[in-house]
Each structure stands twice: as structure tokens, then as C-alpha cells.
């Protein structure tokens, strides 16, 4: 499980990071999207992701969905909820 979510948890706060509302409404369409952007969040390990999504067994995007909810929980302390990123654009 920890595999599984690693990589993709990185992905997903580098999401949360460049939207309007954060984590607040982001899509597993989203991640998805982004996955495939290669210039975005660089560092993050495509290869790990797929393969954590693999070892995991769910589909694609019923997994994105269980990370976003996992770190949707703790938004507040991650500083990505739509409220952390407005005061982001007013520095």
C-alpha cells in the first residue's frame, strides 16, 4: 500500500498546488491528466505510479480518488486547501 500511494501522493500535492481550490474539488481526471505531462512535477517517477496503481489492483482512477481523500484529510496542515491558496496569490 505504502508503494502504491507514495509517488502518487506527491503527484497529487503538486495538483493541489497550482488549482484555484486545492484539494478542495480536484478530480482524479485531473491527476490523470497531469500523470501524463511529463514537464510537470518532473520529479515525480511515472513509472512508480503506474506501477503502485498495478500492485494496488484498483482501477485508475477509484485509487487517485482513496489518495485525494486520504490527503484531503490532513489539507489543512499540508497548507492545499482552496483557502492556503488564495492566501498564496495575495504574497
Do not use: W
Not at 486520504?70 to 492556503?84: A, P, Q, S, Y
Request: aromatic share 4%; proline share 3%; with cysteine.
Amino acid at each position: 500500500m505504502l508503494y502504491g500511494c507514495d509517488e502518487l501522493s506527491g503527484l497529487v500535492y503538486a495538483c493541489c498546488l497550482v488549482r484555484p481550490n486545492g484539494i478542495d474539488d480536484l478530480k482524479p481526471k485531473s491527476v490523470a491528466k497531469k500523470m501524463k505531462d511529463k514537464a510537470f512535477a518532473r520529479g515525480v517517477h511515472r513509472d512508480a505510479v503506474q506501477r503502485g496503481i498495478d500492485l494496488i489492483g484498483l482501477p485508475r482512477a477509484e485509487h487517485i480518488q482513496y489518495v485525494i481523500d486520504g490527503l484531503r484529510t490532513v489539507g489543512d496542515v499540508l497548507e492545499v486547501r482552496g483557502v492556503d491558496q488564495a492566501a498564496r496569490r495575495r504574497s
